[in-house]
């Protein structure tokens, strides 16, 4: 308890920074600007899938202080490659093309991508040696950076650029702390980091990079995709506003719901590692059923009042976020209670289900994109179908993962 205590503090103390810089940004930057920064996010979930070839999720689960010293010289090794080829990519689309200053800061993709991959390469590693003060830390200083320079930028010129330079800084210099900890903890363990050693552990971990980051990325398409879609039929203005939503709600359930998920995924690793199953539907179950709690009343009190607290904190033009949250309320439900306790196949080796699963919803989510697109679906009609669909989803993910605990359960008793 006290380990989720210090994670959901720093989460909370992150996004109040958010909460509280939210009605200045929305005021120096208009829902276009704000559309343009959540494309730029949607597609950079896509492609960060691949920076680290996902063998960050290996390192909570390192046995030694070899594999996981090994494990992180793998993450920046693939993190660097990655960044590079995603950097000649911008610059070749560039040239290609001439950019508006929208396509200008797409150019800043590559930097956003690698802060965003040392942000999680340091996670993991908080999360290997259990320093869940510094994972706080680290999130506190992301966001103050980030909304920091989202401000200054808007005040000197409000504009797309502006606020994706502010966002990119953010990621770049968030975890800064947390990497220098972990540029000491190589230097002293660099006597055991070898090509074979590095060898040994990819080969070890594989799954990571051939199934789990396949996986991710089926599942980075059909999130993304809808806010990619969003904006492209109803214009970055619309996108702005849906992505305030996300800002003002989904954001911080975000945020909890990551807390939890790192204190269940440490707890459920160690007992993975030690040979303790006996506990994990017990501790699946208190964590779901504490997510599930939380994420009624935060719902129940958008639902009553959150029209009027939108319209007094950022102005009467972002109004329709609250009909986007109640829209979607189906789906923040069991999305919320799923998300953080999504990686609990990768933790029990069971990668095929998270993969057949990501590719079930891919396939859904495309038809129903490819749907809307051919029928000119009305804006707030397609959110509610959405939110149906990936409720649908989510509550068949949490069944695959129980049924799946339950096994383990009974071959460990057997």
């Given at each position: 308890?006290?380990?989720?205590?210090?994670?959901?503090?720093?989460?909370?103390?992150?996004?109040?920074?958010?909460?509280?810089?939210?009605?200045?940004?929305?005021?120096?930057?208009?829902?276009?600007?704000?559309?343009?920064?959540?494309?730029?996010?949607?597609?950079?979930?896509?492609?960060?899938?691949?920076?680290?070839?996902?063998?960050?999720?290996?390192?909570?689960?390192?046995?030694?202080?070899?594999?996981?010293?090994?494990?992180?010289?793998?993450?920046?090794?693939?993190?660097?490659?990655?960044?590079?080829?995603?950097?000649?990519?911008?610059?070749?689309?560039?040239?290609?093309?001439?950019?508006?200053?929208?396509?200008t800061a797409f150019l800043l993709l590559p930097i956003m991508l690698l802060g965003e991959g040392l942000f999680t390469i340091a996670v993991h590693y908080g999360l290997r040696f259990k320093k869940y003060n510094h994972i706080s830390l680290i999130k506190v200083n992301k966001s103050i950076i980030t909304n920091s320079g989202q401000i200054g930028f808007g005040?000197?010129?409000?504009?797309?650029?502006?606020?994706?330079?502010?966002?990119?800084?953010?990621?770049?210099?968030?975890?800064?702390?947390?990497?220098?900890?972990?540029?000491?903890?190589?230097?002293?363990?660099?006597?055991?980091?070898?090509?074979?050693?590095?060898?040994?552990?990819?080969?070890?971990?594989?799954?990571?990079?051939?199934?789990?980051?396949?996986?991710?990325?089926?599942?980075?398409?059909?999130?993304?995709?809808?806010?990619?879609?969003?904006?492209?039929?109803?214009?970055?203005?619309?996108?702005?506003?849906?992505?305030?939503?996300?800002?003002?709600?989904?954001?911080?359930?975000?945020?909890?719901?990551?807390?939890?998920?790192?204190?269940?995924?440490?707890?459920?690793?160690?007992?993975?590692?030690?040979?303790?199953?006996?506990?994990?539907?017990?501790?699946?179950?208190?964590?779901?059923?504490?997510?599930?709690?939380?994420?009624?009343?935060?719902?129940?009190?958008?639902?009553?009042?959150?029209?009027?607290?939108?319209?007094?904190?950022?102005?009467?033009?972002?109004?329709?976020?609250?009909?986007?949250?109640?829209?979607?309320?189906?789906?923040?439900?069991?999305?919320?209670?799923?998300?953080?306790?999504?990686?609990?196949?990768?933790?029990?080796?069971?990668?095929?289900?998270?993969?057949?699963?990501?590719?079930?919803?891919?396939?859904?989510?495309?038809?129903?994109?490819?749907?809307?697109?051919?029928?000119?679906?009305?804006?707030?009609?397609?959110?509610?179908?959405?939110?149906?669909?990936?409720?649908?989803?989510?509550?068949?993910?949490?069944?695959?993962?129980?049924?799946?605990?339950?096994?383990?359960?009974?071959?460990?008793?057997?």
């Amino acid at each position: 308890m006290k380990n989720l205590l210090n994670l959901i503090g720093g989460n909370v103390v992150s996004h109040l920074i958010t909460f509280a810089a939210a009605p200045l940004i929305t005021r120096l930057y208009s829902p276009g600007e704000l559309g343009d920064l959540s494309m730029m996010i949607a597609i950079l979930a896509i492609l960060n899938v691949f920076s680290t070839l996902k063998y960050e999720l290996a390192i909570p689960l390192a046995k030694n202080d070899r594999d996981t010293a090994n494990l992180l010289v793998i993450c920046f090794a693939a993190l660097l490659a990655t960044s590079i080829i995603y950097l000649l990519l911008a610059v070749g689309f560039s040239i290609l093309r001439p950019w508006d200053m929208s396509g200008t800061a797409f150019l800043l993709l590559p930097i956003m991508l690698l802060g965003e991959g040392l942000f999680t390469i340091a996670v993991h590693y908080g999360l290997r040696f259990k320093k869940y003060n510094h994972i706080s830390l680290i999130k506190v200083n992301k966001s103050i950076i980030t909304n920091s320079g989202q401000i200054g930028f808007g005040l000197i010129s409000g504009s797309s650029f502006s606020i994706i330079m502010g966002d990119l800084i953010g990621r770049l210099l968030g975890a800064n702390k947390m990497l220098l900890d972990m540029k000491t903890y190589l230097a002293s363990h660099k006597e055991v980091i070898s090509k074979s050693s590095m060898k040994k552990v990819a080969i070890e971990f594989k799954n990571y990079p051939l199934v789990s980051s396949f996986s991710s990325f089926l599942n980075s398409i059909a999130l993304q995709a809808f806010p990619l879609m969003l904006g492209v039929l109803y214009g970055s203005a619309s996108l702005g506003i849906y992505a305030l939503s996300q800002r003002i709600l989904i954001g911080p359930l975000s945020l909890v719901s990551q807390a939890f998920s790192q204190v269940f995924l440490s707890e459920a690793a160690e007992n993975i590692r030690n040979g303790r199953t006996k506990g994990l539907v017990k501790l699946f179950i208190y964590t779901a059923g504490a997510l599930l709690l939380f994420v009624c009343i935060i719902l129940s009190i958008f639902l009553l009042w959150g029209e009027e607290i939108i319209k007094l904190l950022f102005g009467s033009k972002w109004t329709g976020s609250h009909d986007i949250i109640k829209y979607m309320s189906i789906m923040i439900l069991f999305q919320f209670v799923a998300s953080p306790l999504s990686q609990t196949l990768n933790l029990l080796n069971k990668q095929a289900f998270q993969f057949y699963w990501d590719l079930a919803r891919f396939i859904i989510i495309s038809l129903f994109l490819l749907v809307i697109y051919l029928l000119g679906v009305g804006f707030y009609l397609t959110i509610s179908i959405y939110s149906v669909l990936m409720a649908i989803m989510y509550i068949t993910l949490l069944g695959i993962i129980i049924k799946q605990l339950l096994s383990l359960e009974k071959r460990s008793i057997c």
